[in-house]
């Protein structure tokens, strides 16, 4: 009976020590990749508290360290449409265009890039809106040289000339441009 209960235990161990054989290359080259992306150089630097704090101003450019440009134009008063997600009518919604222009040496992706926004202690909310080409940060890798600009909208509860701040996370970098609601 006990070389029937070994014999099953056996074979499944050595099933087991068989799983994964001859991938620890794979798995090595899938960490490498993993820790060279901007996605995780950002999650190593908030966590190492290494985030630089930059003041950008609407409509000019700011330059962040390691080559990327952005610019944030100055706000405008939008009025979405019926299908726009985010949008109700306590909202105050403005619209930016957003460039980022990617002199760094090295591939930029997108995704890696967060946005948001305030009004002091008012919520504002990322309003998209396929229809009038509000869709959101773009989540491609910009190529070395290569710039993008979109749209960017938000909704705040706050009024016009009530402040506004518009945050970018970049992999180095959070940077606020600061201004008022329009």
Same mark, same amino acid.
């Given at each position: ?27 090595? $080259? %899938?960490?490498?990749? =993993? ?8 999650? *190593?630097?908030?966590?190492? @508290?290494?985030? &630089? ?62 946005? $948001? %926004?305030?009004?002091? =202690? ?8 396929? *229809?009038?080409?509000?869709? @959101?940060?773009? &989540? ?43």
């Amino acid at each position: 009976m006990k070389k029937l209960v070994i014999l099953p235990v056996a074979l499944l161990a050595l099933l087991l020590s068989a799983c994964g054989g001859g991938g620890g290359n794979s798995e090595k $080259s %899938a960490s490498d990749e =993993v820790a060279g992306t901007q996605a995780n150089k950002l999650t *190593e630097d908030q966590t190492d @508290g290494a985030l &630089v704090s930059i003041k950008g101003v609407f409509g000019e450019t700011t330059a962040i360290e390691g080559g990327i440009d952005v610019t944030v134009s100055q706000p405008m008063n939008f009025m979405p449409s019926a299908d726009a997600q985010n949008y109700t009518e306590n909202l105050t919604v403005n619209t930016m265009e957003i460039s980022i222009k990617n002199g760094s040496t090295e591939d930029l992706d997108t995704s890696s890039i967060v946005f $948001s %926004a305030d009004s002091g =202690v008012n919520t504002c909310l990322e309003i998209v809106d396929p *229809e009038n080409g509000y869709e @959101g940060v773009p &989540v491609v890798i910009l190529p070395i040289g290569e710039t993008i600009s979109f749209k960017y909208a938000t909704g705040c509860v706050g009024k016009p000339g009530e402040n506004l701040v518009v945050k970018t996370w970049f992999s180095a970098a959070k940077v606020n441009f600061e201004g008022t609601i329009a």
